[in-house]
């Protein structure tokens, strides 16, 4: 059995859109050179793939189990061709990364100089979202990821581990220094409640709480405790560069205790593993994220 390769991507995108015309706009080819395709390629099986009710042609079980292993072949070829034309780019190549806006704000950008000075040649193009972004069908090269991992299809390493702290603005937490739990409990707090209720139960201190704010992103959340509006809970790595600095100052040694959450990941497609770039930019992360471990172990003691 012969299968004629040419017509592979075809297939998935009329597997995918159920539509003839629908794929046909998508590779910027004819409705009719889509349906011969399509028919190329069953004469060719020897089986009909698709069950065909008016203008929607869905997948019978047989095209299913084709799509499950072309897919796979063609993402993989994808991966490879991305990494052929990165490294055929020359001596300026451009690195594209997608990651969470808290972590692009409050951790990475400040060391983006550091990065340019070290690697002048490679460009980092970021993507801050919440959203899982598909690497291979959106073109990024790697994603810096948080969650309990891996992911898969893709080459999934841990970076750090970093869990919830109670922090507030100096002045408050001179304030509250030495107070109890059942004090910072009448304070405004910031973020979600149940997280709140735990981290206080933990200090021996049962309540229920109902906070003044809460985000959708840690990094606005930060930015709001430097502000003085309130205590906020959140990853430690995330208000590394406050503690240091002193503009954030932690409340109690207590984390909250790890969710399966608590992990930074590099995850990128199996097929970039040997890219230079790609590499580069690892190899700086671990050391940055080295060095603000380094200096959370000797960040000012808690205020109270």
């Not at 997948?59 to 072309?70: C, E, I, S, T």
């Not at 707090?189 to 049962?206: E, I, M, N, P, R």
């Amino acid at each position: 059995m012969r299968l004629p390769l040419q017509t592979l991507p075809t297939f998935r995108a009329v597997a995918k859109r159920q539509n003839l015309r629908a794929a046909a706009e998508v590779l910027h080819l004819t409705h009719s050179a889509v349906s011969q395709q399509i028919k190329l390629l069953e004469e060719q099986l020897g089986f009909v793939l698709f069950e065909r009710s008016g203008r929607r042609i869905v997948l019978n079980p047989a095209g299913a189990a084709l799509l499950a292993a072309v897919e796979s072949a063609l993402d993989q070829l994808d991966e490879g061709l991305r990494a052929a034309a990165a490294t055929a780019a020359g001596d300026t190549q451009r690195v594209r990364v997608t990651l969470l806006p808290s972590f692009a704000q409050r951790w990475l950008l400040p060391r983006m100089g550091r990065w340019r000075a070290r690697h002048p040649c490679i460009a980092l193009e970021l993507e801050a979202s919440p959203r899982v972004i598909d690497l291979q069908k959106e073109g990024f090269h790697v994603a810096l990821r948080q969650g309990a991992g891996p992911w898969r299809g893709l080459q999934c390493e841990p970076l750090i581990a970093s869990s919830r702290i109670a922090l507030a603005a100096p002045d408050i937490a001179r304030r509250l220094r030495g107070a109890s739990p059942a004090a910072l409990a009448d304070e405004p707090l910031l973020g979600d409640a149940d997280l709140w209720q735990q981290w206080f139960a933990q200090q021996g201190h049962t309540t229920r709480v109902n906070p003044v704010a809460s985000f959708n992103d840690a990094g606005l959340m930060l930015q709001a405790a430097e502000q003085g509006l309130g205590l906020a809970l959140t990853r430690e790595l995330l208000a590394a560069d406050a503690l240091r600095d002193g503009r954030l100052v932690r409340l109690a040694q207590q984390a909250v205790a790890g969710d399966g959450y608590d992990t930074f990941w590099i995850v990128y497609p199996p097929a970039l593993a040997d890219w230079p770039p790609l590499q580069a930019f690892h190899a700086w992360l671990r050391e940055e994220l080295a060095q603000s471990a380094a200096e959370l172990r000797v960040s000012p003691a808690p205020a109270g």
